[in-house]
């Protein structure tokens, strides 16, 4: 149990610049609260204690303004930031590491009972104010815009602005390929960097990775210059990364989270 608060915690730290301290989190941090809520009343939903787990969610919703059937399904490291006025439908899925932002309703448009709410893959992030409504998927990694209506499926990656929602075509596609590649050459591991993200410690190595191409490229012209001159001074390889290292670096700090 308290291995899952600690991610939660670590999961505000990873998505909003403005959290301090873990004892801030606990404290004032209403998105956390609704989904511990939820975890309780999830839970006695599923023992069939559907009319205890309704007040538990009520209980959730009057203390922090955000509204999660006890019948939605939630899952990992899920972060609503700010809250208020969120409503989740008893038929909705969230994947892991979702954001959800104040005054989003993830709804139905029909009274069928059966699946009538959205699926939210993983790393999905719906914008303040967006309504994601019907029982269709919204892809691993799609961004919906603040304001947006969205009431059909949208493919992973993408994201979608505007009532109705559409696809905004993404130029940066090329760009993502490219930092991929020289994080790789790196031997660096490139989940995570991505404009997508909206950490600003994921940004800050985006743009480095951008300049370290632009070097790179400009030593290879040099070497190339050199190399017409006659000089072999490129001929020496560079000092490998090896995946050790990084180990190395990770071991050291698990031991001080520790
Ligand atoms: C949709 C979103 C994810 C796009 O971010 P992005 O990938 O950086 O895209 P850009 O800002 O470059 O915008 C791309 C285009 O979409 C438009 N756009 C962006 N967000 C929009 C929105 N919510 N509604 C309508 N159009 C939007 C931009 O004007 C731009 O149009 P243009 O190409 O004609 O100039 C982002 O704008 C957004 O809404 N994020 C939610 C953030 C939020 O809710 N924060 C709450 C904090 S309290």
Redesign the pocket.
Known sequence: MFERLREDIQSVFHRDPAARNAFEVLTCYPGMHAIWIHRLSGALWGMGWKWLARLVSNFGRWLTGIEIHPGAKVGRRFFI??GMGIVIGETAEIGDDVTL??GVTLGGTSWNKGKRHPTLEDGV?V??GAKVLGPFTVGAGA?V????VVTKAVPAGA?V??IPGRI?VKSDDEQQAKRKAMAEKLGFDAYGVS?DMPDPVARAIGQLLDHLQAVDGRLEGMCGALKDLGSNYCAKDLPVLRDEDFAGVKDKDDSQVG
Do not use: L
């Not at 815009?145 to 947006?148: I, K």
């Open positions: 930031d700010h932002y104040q992030v914008g303040a961004k815009g603040s304001n947006a994201t602005v505007g905004i404009e």
